[in-house]
C-alpha cells in the first residue's frame, strides 16, 4: 500500500509544487490544505484514520500523534517541507528538494538496539554545605539523597537525606550504575543530644548509586561530562543551572532505553599484535572514555558511549560501526535524496547540507521563520551524530550526484575529527567541495548559503554506494576522479596507503607478514618474497613498528588503479641451496652472513662439519646432528621387547 502524502500550505504562507512530489517513487500526494492543525483537523483526522498518512508538517507532530492516539490508530510519518524548502526566497524553485525530503522521509529506518538502564533514584549530591545542603533537600521529595560535603562544622538535624563528609577519589559508570571511592569519609551518628557528630575516617570507602549531581565548581569528575548519562554538573553560582540541574535529576527515576550506538566486530580490529600497538584512532578520540584495548582488541562499554560516533568514521577496518542506524542507511539516504532531486527537475549538483538535529535544526527553522531561507539547490540531511558523517559517506554524496557537501557544525560536535575527515574527503576529491561551517547566527548562515558556492562536482554517471566503507570511499573517488596515472596524496594518519621496504635492510624474516592485520603483507611459501597488497592496507604501522631491522615505512595514499587490488612483490631474494640435499630454503644473503659471523668464530660452529650445517636445510640438519658420534639427544640403546616366549624359558629356566 503506496504511503500518502497529506499537503499544507500553513496559511498560504508556501508553495508546494505538486507536480515535483508527484515524480517520488512510492506516494500519492493529497489536495493542498491550508490550516490541518486548526480549522481544518477534521481532515487531518479523516487523513490519519485511513493510514499509512505522512504529514508534511514537523512543527504539529506531537498534536497529530495525540490525534492518532484518540483515533486508536498508528500515528502518521511526517516531513518538514516548510521550514527547510517552502520557506525560503527561492520557494518557487523548491520543487525537486521537496521531493528529495519527501523520499528520505518515506525510507524505513532500521530498528535501532535498545537495552533498559534502571534507576532507583539513589542519589549523590557533591559541594558546599551552602549549595549541597538546600539542593538535597529539595531532591529528598522525590529521591533518595546522600551529601557528600568537602568539610562540615555544623550537620543540619535534617533526617530526610543523609550527609556525609570525605574526599572523593574516583567515579566510575553511568546512569543507575555509578560506583564511588571516598577517602576520609566520615559519616553522621544520628543519637545523642545536640549536633550530630560526625564519626571517625576511614579511607578506601565504596558506595554505588544511580545519579551524581555536582554542584562543586570543581574540574569535572568524567571527560566530556555533558554526554555521561546521569551526571549533572551546574556552577553552584548560578541559580538558574542548579535548579535546571535538580529539575533533571528528579527526572531520572525509573527504567529507561538508552541505545546502543555502535557495534563492534573484535577480529577485524587492528589495535595491536603481539603486544606491539598498532591503531588506536578511536582510543585517541573518544570523548567520554568508553573505549578500552581488551588485549589485541579494543571493546566498547555501551553505558558510557554517548553515540558521537567518532569512533566508527576514523575506524579504518570497519571493527567499529555505528548501529543507530546502520552506515548502510545512511548511504541509501544519499542515493535516494540525490535520485529524487534529479528525477523531479532539479538542476544539476544540488549541494548538501548536513546537521543534527538540535542545533542545525533549530538554526534552520530560525533562518526560514525570520531570515531567507535555505536556497533551492540546498537539501538538508539531518544525521544523528554529525562526527559520523566521515569522508565515506562524504565522498558517497558527491559520487551520488550533490555537487557540494556543506557541514553545520554544533558547539558540542566533535571537531577534531570532523576536521580531519573533511581534510581527506577533499584530498580524495580533488576539489574543494567540502565545506565546514561554524556559525550560530541563522542569518550568518542564510547569507553563506546565498552566496555563489565555489566549485562543483557534477558526476556524470552517479554511483550506487554498496559495501564497507572502504570499498565506498573508492567506488566514490574512481566516479570523482577516474583511474588518476598516479596514486593521489593523503595527508598522515589517512587510512590508505602503501608499504615502503627498504631493500637493503630487510632480512624477509617475515614478521611483518605474520601479524599483518589484515593480510596486506603475506609471503610466498615457495620463494623468499615479500608480498603486498595495497587495497586491503590499513596504515595501522603494525608492521613499521614489528620490524626488527627499521625497513618499513608508511606512505599515506590513494591508488585508483587495478594493481592496488592484486599483490605486488615488495621485496625478494634468491633462495639457498641445502648443501646436503639441494632443496631451497631461507635466503641465501642471509645464510652466508650467518655463515661468515659463526663459522669458526663461535663454540658451537667451531669446526668445519658444525659451520656445515648452518647450510642445511632443516631436515638434512636434524639428521646430521642425530648421526654424529656425539650426539648430545642421542639415548641409550633402546631395550629389546619382552614377548611371551621369553615368560616361558624364564619358567622353564627356574
Known sequence: MPKRLILCDCLNSQKI?????????????????????????????AEIEKGEAVIACQQEAALFEDLAQELDVAPPD??????????????????????????????????????????HGQCLVLGAADVALPAAAQLAEVLTVTVLLPEADDIPPDRRFDVVTGVLKSATGSLGDFTLRID???????????????????????????IIVDLSGARPLFSAPQKRDGYLRADPRDPRAVARALFEAAQMVGTFEKPLHVRVEPHLCAHSRAEITG???????????AISPQGDFVSVDAMICAGCSSCASLCPSGAISFDAPDGAFTFRRLQTMAEAFR?????????????????????????????????????????????????????????????????????????????????????????????????NDPDALCDTLHEPPGPCLDVAAPVLPMGSRRQIARLAATALRGKPDAPLPLPDHAPYGAVVVDA?????????????????????????????????????????RLCPENAITLAPRLDLSDDALSQRVLHEEEPFACVECGALFGVRSTIEKITEKLAGKHDVFATSQAARMIQMCPDCRVRVQYEVADNPFQGAEKPRVVTTEDYFSKRKDH
Open 17 to 45: 509544487d505538486t507536480k515535483a512530489l508527484g515524480h517520488v517513487d512510492g506516494v500519492a500526494c493529497s489536495s493542498v490544505h491550508s490550516a490541518l492543525c486548526t480549522s481544518e483537523i477534521a481532515r487531518a483526522a
Open 78 to 119: 511526517f516531513v518538514d517541507l516548510r521550514d527547510r524548502a517552502g520557506w525560503s526566497d527561492q520557494a518557487d524553485r523548491a520543487g525537486p528538494k521537496m521531493a528529495a525530503l519527501v523520499a528520505d522521509a518515506l525510507l524505513e529506518a532500521p530498528m535501532i538496539k535498545m537495552v533498559d538502564v534502571a534507576s
Open 184 to 210: 576520609a569519609l566520615r559519616q553522621v551518628e544520628p543519637g545523642g543530644r545536640g549536633p550530630f557528630q560526625l564519626g571517625p575516617p576511614r579511607d578506601g570507602a565504596q558506595s554505588d548509586c544511580d
Open 279 to 289: 591503531c588506536s584512532k578511536c582510543l585517541d578520540n573518544c570523548p567520554t572514555g
Open 343 to 439: 528525477k523531479a527537475g532539479g538542476g544539476p549538483a544540488p549541494r548538501l547540507l548536513v546537521h543534527d538535529a538540535e542545533f542545525g535544526g533549530e538554526m534552520i527553522s530560525l533562518a526560514a521563520r525570520f531570515g531567507r531561507g535555505l536556497p533551492a539547490d540546498v537539501v538538508p540531511m539531518s544525521v544523528p551524530a554529525l562526527a559520523g558523517f566521515g569522508h565515506a559517506e562524504m565522498l558517497a554524496a558527491l559520487a551520488c550526484g550533490f555537487g557540494r557537501v556543506e557541514l553545520l557544525l554544533a558547539p558540542d560536535s566533535e571537531r577534531p575529527v570532523i576536521e580531519g575527515e573533511a581534510a581527506l574527503a577533499l584530498a580524495i576529491a580533488g576539489q574543494k567541495v567540502v565545506r565546514l561551517l561554524d556559525l
Open 504 to 544: 637493503d635492510a630487510c632480512t624477509l624474516c617475515l614478521s611483518c607478514a605474520s601479524l599483518c592485520p589484515t593480510g596486506a603483507l603475506g609471503d610466498n611459501p615457495d620463494a623468499p618474497q615479500l608480498r603486498f597488497q595495497e587495497d586491503a592496507c590499513l596504515q595501522c604501522g603494525l608492521c613499521a
